[in-house]
């Protein structure tokens, strides 16, 4: 079911200091910015050969990214594992007994398909599984 690591994403307060970081002190380069109003983020692209950083800011103090950084501070908020077809992976992790997040695909960053597996089914990881399409 699962190709590979498609992206880390990242929850941080101010994006531009963030890909200042990663690009002036790490060296990697920013392939784009988005903004994915239902979820309440911008995101920034950092590709590491075949997947990358995904860098969240969130666009509202209600958003996701924010309640994440308030609870837990600025960090890893999620991996993403690449699969070739997420509406199979989704009916396969069901059959198996995980709690979903989302019981459907929904629209992400980098014009992908995702849906997370609740941390509860996942080792206290949130997973993000991740149809590019």
Do not use: W
């Not at 190709?3 to 002036?24: M, P, R, S, W």
Request: hydrophobic content about 40%; overall charge negative.
């Amino acid at each position: 079911m699962i190709k590979k690591v498609d992206h880390i994403g990242i929850a941080v307060k101010n994006l531009d200091e963030a890909i200042k970081f990663y690009t002036d002190i790490l060296g990697l380069e920013c392939h784009g910015t988005e903004v994915v109003e239902e979820q309440k983020v911008k995101v920034a692209f950092l590709p590491t050969g075949d997947s990358e950083l995904e860098l969240l800011e969130s666009t509202s103090p209600d958003g996701p990214i924010a309640k994440f950084i308030e609870n837990k501070g600025e960090g890893i908020q999620h991996i993403a594992l690449g699969v070739d077809n997420i509406d199979e992976a989704l009916a396969e992790c069901k059959a198996k007994g995980l709690r979903l997040i989302d019981e459907t695909p929904r629209y992400g960053a980098g014009n992908a398909r995702i849906a997370f597996i609740h941390p509860k089914s996942s080792k206290g990881v949130l997973i993000e599984l991740c149809e590019r399409l």
